[in-house]
């Protein structure tokens, strides 16, 4: 007879139960939530507001020399609604009235100072400052000039002055002078060899230089094409300065081409808003 053993039954696994599962889960969701949370409330690094670029536009200043002659001309600058700044001479007859009036329209007003030419046949006027003086009598002669005009100027400019004003000594005195009365200065550069612009840089007064002489010529065409020479210089460097004189022709082609200089996007301006 065969015997039968008794095969011993494997144990079955027990199933494994759901709720261990569901808090693995639970807790998994819980560090998620915190996470986001946390994620969340870090402050974030805050960028400053882009700013809009504005572009700089050109500045052209237009300096009208030699005024003080003639009233009938001051009158033909004041129809012009641009600003223009007069360089007015002193001891003319009708010096201080143009000044007042100048000043009443709304107009800048500077000192066309007199100083000493290289040649000795030009005349550059009553209170012109010699290279010869002291520099007592140089400062002294510069105070009555500005003195000769009502307080209304903000500036001076040199008539003539090739030889004053490459003369360093003579020019740091009168600049000191400009430096009291808290005047800028603007270097005519009639001679290539002034060094004005240089001497007032160097004692900190506010100065530009002069970039165009708009009428050498007497010829509405010339002074036109000086007047495009300006406009190109003003594009290329941001800023220039144009000089004409007290001369009908000169205020009438400066008056016409001022809507020109402003549709190439060029902005007309007083000369202090130039300097620096």
Known sequence: MKSYRKKKRRPRPRPTSWVPRFLVLLLSFFILCCSLFLIKSIPKKILPPK????????????????????????EEIYKISSPITLAILPFLPYSSEIAQSASKA???????????????????????????????????????????????????NNHMGSRATAD????????????????????????????????AKELGIKTG????????????????????????????????????????????????MIPEIEKRGIKLVFASEIVQ
Not at 63 to 72: E, F, M, R, S, V
Not at 124 to 153: C, F, R, Y
Not at 169 to 190: A, C, F, P
Request: glycine letters at 6%.
């Open 51 to 74: 700013l809009a670029i504005i572009p700089i536009m050109p500045k052209i200043a237009i300096i009208i020399d030699d005024c003080g002659y003639d009233k009938k001309i001051s």
């Open 106 to 156: 709304g107009y800048e007003l500077m000192l066309h100072l007199p100083m000493e030419p290289l040649d000795s046949s030009h005349n550059p006027g009553e209170g012109a400052i010699w290279t010869k003086m002291s520099p007592k009598e140089i400062a002294h002669q510069t105070k009555v000039d500005i003195a000769n005009l009502p307080p209304l100027i903000k500036g001076v």
């Open 168 to 199: 360093k000594r003579g020019m740091e005195v009168i600049l000191q002078e400009l430096k009291k009365h808290n005047l800028y200065y603007i270097d005519s550069v009639t001679s290539e060899n002034s060094i004005g612009f240089a001497v």
């Open 209 to 256: 230089k002069r970039d165009i002489f708009l009428d050498n010529e007497k010829n509405a065409d010339y002074i036109k094409a000086q007047v495009e020479k300006l406009i190109k210089k003003a594009l290329k460097n941001k800023n220039a300065i144009g000089i004409g004189h007290a001369h009908p022709l000169t205020i009438e082609v400066i008056k016409e």
